[in-house]
Nanobody, 122 residues
Framework: QVRLEESGGGSVQPGGSLRLSCSASGSIVSINAMDWYRQAPGKERELVATTDKTGTTNYGDSVKGRFTVSRDNAKNALYLHMHSLRPEDTAVYYC????????????????WGQGTQVTVSS
């Protein structure tokens, strides 16, 4: 059973910073792309940042220059460092990963975490 679990959400004032973490656990052969998505009330889920096994990263236009994604392959962990937070960054942030589990005949599946709330407000 593969599981993704986020942590680090909370409330912060505009201009503040937060760090989100995501940990993958279970019977895992390999983890390929790992991503952060977010969904604000009444809006569609959007891609925030993504990173592959080599460390190559890509960001959504609204967070470029403010957010940094990183991963620790040895720990099966993903991080999102968020700076200069704005009220419009308020959303539930989800971790997503493409994982090859044991006994899957090397088939890759997409997994989601349960989400963590980030609220930016004065």
């Amino acid at each position: 059973q593969v599981r993704l679990e986020e942590s680090g959400g909370g409330s912060v004032q505009p201009g503040g910073s937060l760090r989100l973490s995501c940990s993958a656990s279970g019977s895992i052969v390999s983890i390929n792309a790992m991503d952060w998505y977010r969904q604000a009330p009444g809006k569609e889920r959007e891609l925030v940042a993504t990173t592959d096994k080599t460390g190559t990263t890509n960001y959504g236009d609204s967070v470029k220059g403010r957010f940094t994604v990183s991963r620790d392959n040895a720990k099966n962990a993903l991080y999102l460092h968020m700076h200069s937070l704005r009220p419009e960054d308020t959303a539930v942030y989800y971790c997503h990963a493409k994982i090859v589990p044991i006994d899957s005949y090397y088939t890759e599946f997409g997994y989601w975490g349960q989400g963590t709330q980030v609220t930016v407000s004065s």
